[in-house]
C-alpha cells in the first residue's frame, strides 16, 4: 500500500520538462512543494490526451464516473496490480484511463501500532519518481462540477521494502511511461507485465520525523533524518 507521498521540487514546470509534457499556466500558478500527500488531497498526474501529455490536477482517491457520491474514493487510493484488470472499480480506467504519478517519495512505518515511526523512501539521487496510476472524472449531481481523481497502483515488495511493508507502489522508468500511458497502441494489452516490484537499488530509505503521523504537518521538517538508528533486525543499509 502507499498511504502517503511527497513532491518537493520547487517548480511544477520541472517536473513537465522531465516527461515532455504540457501544464496549463494557472494550474501551475497554484502548486506549491508538499511534503505530507495524503489520500483524498489535490495532487498531479500525467496522462496522453489527444496523443499529448499533460500534466493536470486530480485528487488522489478515485472516484468512478457511475458512483453516486466521491466518498468512495477515499476508500479507492490504492489498486492492487494483480487484480487491477479484472476488478469493476478500476478495469474499465485500466483499459482506458492510465496516467503516472509524479512523487520524490514515499512514506512507509514501521514499529508497534502505539508507537508508529516513518521512514522515507526515495530514489537514491533524489530525482522523481513515477508510480503508476489510474484517473477518473465524477460530475458532482447537484453542481455539475467535474472532478477528476486518481488511484495509485501497488504490486508486491521489493528486498528492500519488505522488512517493513508487504506491498510498494508500482514505479515506471522512461520506457515503463511510454507504454503505460499508450492505452491503443500495439502493445496495449501488455500492460499488466509493467506491474512489477522495482528492483531494490531503485530506492534507499532513511527514517523522518514522527510529526509525518499528523496529515497536518506540511514542511521540510519532516524529512530531517531521526538520529535513531534502524531496527537492527532490518539488516539493511539507509540513506542519510
Known amino acids: 500500500m502507499c498511504g502517503r507521498f511527497t513532491?518537493?521540487?520547487?517548480?511544477?514546470?520541472?517536473?513537465?520538462?522531465?516527461?515532455?509534457?504540457?501544464?496549463?499556466?494557472?494550474?501551475?500558478?497554484?502548486?506549491?512543494?508538499?511534503?505530507?500527500?495524503?489520500?483524498?488531497s489535490r495532487h498531479w498526474i500525467v496522462r496522453l490526451e489527444?496523443?499529448?501529455?499533460?500534466?493536470?490536477?486530480?485528487?488522489?482517491?478515485?472516484?468512478?464516473?457511475?458512483?453516486?457520491?466521491?466518498?468512495?474514493?477515499?476508500?479507492?487510493?490504492?489498486?492492487?496490480?494483480?487484480t487491477v484488470a479484472v476488478k469493476p472499480a478500476f478495469r474499465a480506467a485500466f483499459r482506458a484511463r492510465r496516467c503516472v504519478v509524479p512523487v520524490?517519495?514515499?512514506?512507509?512505518w514501521r514499529g508497534p501500532k502505539t508507537a508508529r515511526s516513518p521512514v522515507w523512501f526515495h530514489a537514491p539521487d533524489r530525482s522523481l519518481v513515477w508510480i503508476a496510476g489510474l484517473y477518473e472524472a465524477w460530475t458532482e449531481p447537484v453542481t455539475g462540477e467535474l472532478?477528476?481523481?486518481?488511484?495509485?497502483?501497488?504490486?508486491?515488495?521489493?528486498?528492500l521494502v519488505a522488512p517493513i511493508h508487504d506491498r510498494m507502489p508500482v514505479l515506471l522508468d522512461a520506457a515503463g511511461i511510454e507504454a503505460w500511458l499508450d492505452t491503443s497502441g500495439p502493445h496495449a494489452r501488455?500492460?499488466?507485465?509493467?506491474?512489477?516490484?522495482?528492483?531494490?537499488?531503485?530506492?534507499a530509505f532513511f527514517p523522518v520525523s514522527r510529526r509525518v503521523n499528523t496529515v497536518r504537518d506540511d514542511d521540510a521538517g519532516l524529512l530531517e533524518p531521526e538520529v535513531e538508528a534502524l531496527s537492527p533486525q532490518l539488516g539493511l543499509r539507509f540513506s542519510g
Open 50 to 82: 489527444a496523443g499529448r501529455r499533460e500534466l493536470v490536477p486530480a485528487h488522489w482517491g478515485l472516484v468512478n464516473s457511475w458512483a453516486k457520491d466521491r466518498s468512495v474514493g477515499s476508500k479507492q487510493f490504492n489498486a492492487r496490480g494483480e
Open 147 to 159: 472532478l477528476p481523481s486518481f488511484t495509485l497502483i501497488t504490486t508486491s515488495a521489493n528486498e
Open 104 to 108: 520524490d517519495g514515499f512514506y512507509e
Open 190 to 203: 501488455d500492460a499488466g507485465t509493467l506491474l512489477v516490484p522495482a528492483p531494490s537499488n531503485a530506492l
Open 7 to 40: 513532491l518537493t521540487v520547487h517548480k511544477l514546470g520541472d517536473v513537465a520538462e522531465e516527461v515532455a509534457a504540457f501544464v496549463d499556466a494557472d494550474d501551475a500558478s497554484t502548486y506549491r512543494p508538499r511534503f505530507n500527500i495524503a489520500p483524498t
